[in-house]
């Protein structure tokens, strides 16, 4: 799901400013495609000015300017680690106005004394009824170690568990997006419930070593293999008893296993029914939708976006790919974008999402299956829930139930059009409709 890529100059020019503007200012911006929270600190001492840039929804990392002179105007700052930018072009009350730039395209940006601050209902706080256990095992394989949090209720007798799949990009065992925590507020709710879970750190993420940008579906499917394996040893876990929530990307890995004969039961939130290519194809044509965009424009973007899908496939290197795209672009509503398309597709992570199909998969799954999905899911339509149940019941499994909810988004929130940019502004994390009928499905078992 959920995959933030910052690439951003900010460059700051002011007018002479009546107030001192030293100390720190938070900003918000609507990058359309999301939102983050920027933290600038402006220092000075004497003559000397300095900044530093903190993005608390990215990492803690804390990125030193390389320029700053905030006593005359214009003045930059600018934070190459960060790869960011903006300009400022008026002071009023309390806050500063201007402009951010990301990627070429520049948003409005107000910085602000006042922290941006969540609100998230819904995490779950103590005291627990249940116990949680902070666990490393290792993928030998892989030469690498998986960290998470295995949470087990409070009852003597053994149990049915559960092990969670993130979807696309870094996510931590929390699937944590603007300090929201779907998997732990799945958990708490589980453990409540009876039902035992294990949610891992990614790997190179959190407590997990190992290099997420080198790495694919297969290698995330050996990382998911060897949690299974890890939660059918503990004495705690019926081994026999086992099943998966694999959340948009994550969904496929379930499939995998689920063919494999590795589960007892998987139950997929938001996962894709047709291929890597054709879904990131359905993706872009339901974001575009969602935004605005005419039906022509949509076919004509879908129409270049697969011939690149294809030259990305069928190219040796990122740098003859790039060339190859700029040739398709040149002329198009895409041109302009073949760098950024490349940065963004030529990646082992999408390259092995593109190649894959679930239809290799359906014909082996013969275990319970639940597969559910909001119907202002952009990122995954809900369309896939039909793709999803022809796929598996064709070979005669009958056990397969969908769910579409009216009005959530592709994390399961009550949402407005269903994108992203909607995500951080939402106090509620997960629709609780959805974690009742999970429980109810996973005791029905």
């Not at 000015?49 to 929804?57: F, G, H, N, R, Y």
């Not at 395209?105 to 116990?131: A, D, N």
């Not at 998966?244 to 994550?250: A, K, Q, V």
Request: charged share 20%; glycine share 6%; hydrophobic share 35%.
């Amino acid at each position: 799901m959920k995959n933030y890529l910052l690439s951003i100059w900010l460059f700051c020019t002011l007018p002479l400013f009546s107030q001192d503007i030293t100390g720190i200012w938070y900003g918000y911006p609507d990058l359309k495609t999301h939102r983050l929270r920027l933290i600038i600190e402006l220092q000075q001492q004497k003559d000397v000015c300095s900044a530093t840039l903190k993005i608390p929804d990215l990492s803690d990392r804390i990125y030193p300017a390389t320029k700053a002179d905030f006593i005359n105007t214009p003045f930059n700052l600018e934070f190459p680690d960060a790869d960011i930018s903006c300009q400022i072009n008026r002071q009023t009350d309390k806050q500063l106005h201007g402009t951010l730039t990301q990627d070429g395209y520049t948003f409005p940006l107000i910085l602000s004394r006042q922290p941006v601050v969540f609100h998230r209902p819904q995490t779950p706080r103590p005291p627990f009824p249940y116990r949680s256990e902070e666990v490393t095992f290792r993928n030998e394989a892989a030469g690498i170690t998986l960290a998470g949090t295995l949470t087990l209720p409070l009852t003597p007798t053994t149990k049915k568990a559960v092990l969670f799949i993130s979807g696309s990009g870094p996510q931590d065992r929390d699937n944590t997006f603007h300090e929201h925590k779907t998997f732990l507020v799945i958990a708490d709710y589980l453990a409540r419930n009876g039902i035992a879970s294990l949610r891992v750190d990614d790997r190179g993420t959190g407590a997990s070593t190992g290099n997420f940008n080198a790495s694919g579906l297969p290698d995330f499917e050996t990382d998911a293999y060897t949690a299974l394996q890890y939660l059918k040893q503990r004495p705690e876990i019926r081994p026999d008893s086992i099943g998966i929530i694999g959340h948009s990307e994550g969904a496929f890995i379930a499939f995998s296993l689920a063919a494999r004969k590795e589960v007892a039961f998987i139950i997929t939130l938001a996962g894709g029914g047709v291929n890597g290519s054709e879904l990131l194809l359905l993706q872009r044509a339901a974001l575009l939708r969602a935004s605005g965009a005419k039906e022509e424009f949509i076919n004509t973007y879908n129409q270049y976006m697969q011939q690149a899908q294809e030259i990305v496939l069928q190219t040796a290197d990122a740098q003859t790919c790039e060339r190859k795209l700029t040739e398709l672009f040149a002329g198009t509503p895409l041109a302009g974008q073949a760098s950024e398309t490349t940065r963004q597709l030529y990646n082992p992570g999408k390259i092995e999402l593109l190649k894959y199909d679930p239809e290799w998969d359906f014909p082996e799954i013969t275990c319970p299956v639940l597969a559910l999905n909001g119907d202002k899911d952009c990122q995954v339509p809900v369309e896939n829930l039909t793709y999803i149940h022809k796929g598996i019941t064709t070979n005669g499994n009958l056990q397969v139930t969908t769910i579409a909810y009216p009005g959530l988004n592709h994390m399961f929130q009550t949402a407005d059009k269903g994108l992203p940019v909607e995500y951080s502004d939402i106090e509620e994390t997960i629709c609780p409709k959805v974690t009742k009928d999970i429980i109810k499905w996973i005791k029905a078992q």
